[in-house]
């Protein structure tokens, strides 16, 4: 009985002690923080962190401190926490969490401005609907409800308002440069436009531009938004505020693509970035034997069957040629060889369906009523049949070896979504081959700060371990698809930080004096 107590107390000191341990590090002050001048602290803070992989590319590459980082999701908040034990992470919805965020860097600071401010707000609302658009709309009763996700910039633009920072970052989608949200005063605005009319007066200078990842030598095609504010005057007098904050070429505030037509290199191809990957097979050999990350899903027989058929670069849904016979003359439904009548490799589903006597369209058997206004009766014959499926001709599609991979997404592990497919191997990427196409890892040939740091380990808030241990494989797939690649936010940053006099930047590391610098990129 005694030896039972001793070890439920200790059980219960050593989470105590977690706790107390996590509560010190996320209170107290472990970073050492370099003072700029008389108004600014050269730091970070993160919102929308995710797992913080983009973060890895600020604090590992640019070595920005992150004093702090906010995110809605508790496992991924985890992540920052185990990866980055110096950083408060306040877990929770931005808009009740915006208060906190501002009192703690004020605190941490003492009343200072952080240097960089980052927001990557959720892209799945934005819509290039625009005002007019809503408004006529409204006119007739038929207005789009609002996705609330496009307004959570509105709490990160009140964070700029408050601590200043002398840049911000702001990271979405394409199309965010016509999305319409309903403002802090209830009307509807251009988020662009808003952030001009909130910030400009504060002495902000704002541009934005699209930026494909990979002219960054990121070894993926991620297209994205980069808004980037500046405060600092001697900028700000070199490029003043405009009403137009969106740009067709990137500003001076951008980073300079270093990949592709206009770069010095030329793109970062997937045979570069994972042609050294051991083989895998998705019915033979799933999972290497030496690394438990180089691992895919197993493919049905159906799957296997299109795709062991399908070119580099090429659909399933292009496979018209006849493996038996070799009739190449089949159309684009046919499932079956018009010739032989062979199976031909395409993706297929079997489905039980009903032609309409009215207007002859066919509808699923789950369909009672045509849209033409016919009610199908229940002795009314169902046949079954198989055709070729539904969808875009970028899924069950392979990728190409001389070319960067396609965006990687959350369903990087289903052939069924767009371009998944290995150049030659019968699978899709494996989890070691994302890790190494977003940057997060760094391919033979490339050298990164951040390389091999990161560990997909998260930690609760009480101190505990989510998922007893690693992600799982689908779960990695998610949080790299969802982020932004290291690289790409390293070379951002690593812009900011050539044109901020205050800060030796990785080009004038390199012997640019600071005032011929600026001269040489805004004149």
Partial sequence: MVRELALVIRNSLNEIMSEVIIYLRQVYDFMELKTLDEETIFC????????????????????????????????????IRHNYPDTHVFQGDIWQLKQDIIKHAQLKLKDKSPWLFVMSPPCQGMSSNGVGRIRASMAVGKRPKEDERNRLVLPGVEIVEQLKPSWFLLENVRRMENTIITNEKGELENILDMLGRRLHPLGYTIRSAIIDFRDLGVPHHRQRLITIGC???????????????FCKIPSPLHPIRTHGVHGRFPHISMRESIGHMPVLDSLTKTVDDKDPYHQIPKWNQEHYFCMEHTPEGCTAFDNNTCISCGYAANLSKDVDCLECGERLPKPQINVEEWE???????????????????????????SR????????KTSYRRLKWD????????????????MKGHPEQNRVLSVREILLLSSLEAHPGVNYEWDKKYEFRSVNKDGKRFYNGDFTPKLVRQVIGESIPPLAMNRIVGRLMDLDSRIEGPTKTKGISTQKFLEEVFN
């Fill in 44 to 79: 970070s803070i993160s919102t929308f962190s995710g797992g913080g992989i983009g973060d890895a590319g600020i604090e590992w590459g640019c070595k920005v401190p992150v004093i702090s980082a906010c995110e809605l999701v508790p496992d991924r908040a985890g992540l």
């Fill in 356 to 382: 309409c006597p009215d207007c002859n369209f066919t509808l699923r058997k789950s369909r009672t009523a045509c849209k033409c206004g016919f009610i199908r009766p229940n002795e009314m014959k169902v």
């Fill in 231 to 245: 405060r600092i005057p001697e900028i700000v007098k070199k490029l003043p505020p405009v009403a137009e904050i």
């Fill in 403 to 418: 070319s960067p991979a396609s965006t990687l997404t959350m369903n990087s592990g289903v052939i069924s979504s767009d």
């Fill in 385 to 392: 049949n198989r055709r070729v499926v539904r969808g875009f």
